[in-house]
T-cell receptor
C-alpha cells in the first residue's frame, strides 16, 4: 500500500458546486497535513495546513483531518473556474521530516 | 519579487550531456529542496539542504549532485543525462520558525532529454 493515496481524477463539476477532494494514508505517525494547489505549468502553492485532527476553514476552503480513519479532505464551496487546478495533499510525521505528497487530483470547474 | 526563482524554465538536451539548474530564494529561509515531478505528476523529494548542509538525500542516482554555495542558493547539476531524467524539477524552500512543514516552490524547470 502506498503511503498516500489520492484519486487522480479528472473531476469535473459545475461552477458554484461544492467540491470534495480526499486522500487516505497508511502511516499513523503523520501529524502535519497540507493541501497544495498547482496550476498548469506552475509550481505547487500551499493552500491549507492542519496539525493533527480537526477542521480548519479559510474563506471558501475547509480542510478536515480524521486521524482515526487516516483520511483527509479538502472542501471548496461556491467553486469558481479559477479553482481549476491540480490539488495535492501532503503530510509528514514531524516538523523536520520529509513531506510525502499524493499524486494530485485534477479539478475542472465548468462555467 | 519572485520568492523562489529557478533557471532555466525549459531545457531540451541530448542524452549524455551535463546540465545545471540554478535556484535562488529571497525569503531568508534556512532550508532548500529539490523535488522531481514525473509525467504522472508524482512529486518526490530528491534533496534537502539546511544552511548549506545536506540533510535529506533520497535514492537518487549519483549523476545528480546538488550544490549550495550559500543558504539562499541551491543548484542541481546532472551528469550524463538519460531519457528517464525527463521531468519537471522544482526548487523549494521552507522556514524553520513556523509550525509544520510549509514549502514554497519555484515555478519549475521542464527538462526534456532527447
Amino acid at each position: 500500500q502506498k503511503e498516500v493515496e489520492q484519486d487522480p481524477g479528472p473531476l469535473s463539476v459545475p461552477e458554484g458546486a461544492i467540491v470534495s477532494l480526499n486522500c487516505t494514508y497508511s502511516n499513523s505517525a503523520f501529524q502535519y497535513f497540507m493541501w497544495y494547489r498547482q496550476y498548469s505549468r506552475k509550481g505547487p502553492e500551499l493552500l491549507m495546513y492542519t496539525y493533527s485532527s480537526g477542521n480548519k476553514e479559510d474563506g471558501r476552503f475547509t480542510a478536515q483531518v480524521d486521524k482515526s480513519s487516516k483520511y483527509i479532505s479538502l472542501f471548496i464551496r461556491d467553486s469558481q473556474p479559477s479553482d481549476s487546478a491540480t490539488y495535492l495533499c501532503a503530510m509528514s510525521a514531524n516538523r523536520d521530516d520529509k513531506i510525502i505528497f499524493g499524486k494530485g487530483t485534477r479539478l475542472h470547474i465548468l462555467p | 519579487d519572485t520568492a523562489v526563482s529557478q533557471t532555466p524554465k525549459y531545457l531540451v538536451t541530448q542524452m549524455g550531456n551535463d546540465k545545471s539548474i540554478k535556484c535562488e530564494q529571497n525569503l531568508g529561509h534556512d532550508t532548500m529542496y529539490w523535488y522531481k515531478q514525473d509525467s504522472k505528476k508524482f512529486l518526490k523529494i530528491m534533496f534537502s539542504y539546511n544552511n548549506k548542509e545536506l540533510i535529506i538525500n533520497e535514492t537518487v542516482p549519483n549523476r545528480f549532485s546538488p550544490k549550495s554555495p550559500d543558504k539562499a542558493h541551491l543548484n542541481l547539476h546532472i551528469n550524463s543525462l538519460e531519457l528517464g531524467d525527463s521531468a519537471v524539477y522544482f526548487c523549494a524552500s521552507s522556514p524553520r520558525d513556523v509550525p509544520g512543514n510549509t514549502i514554497y516552490f519555484g515555478e519549475g524547470s521542464w527538462l526534456t532529454v532527447v
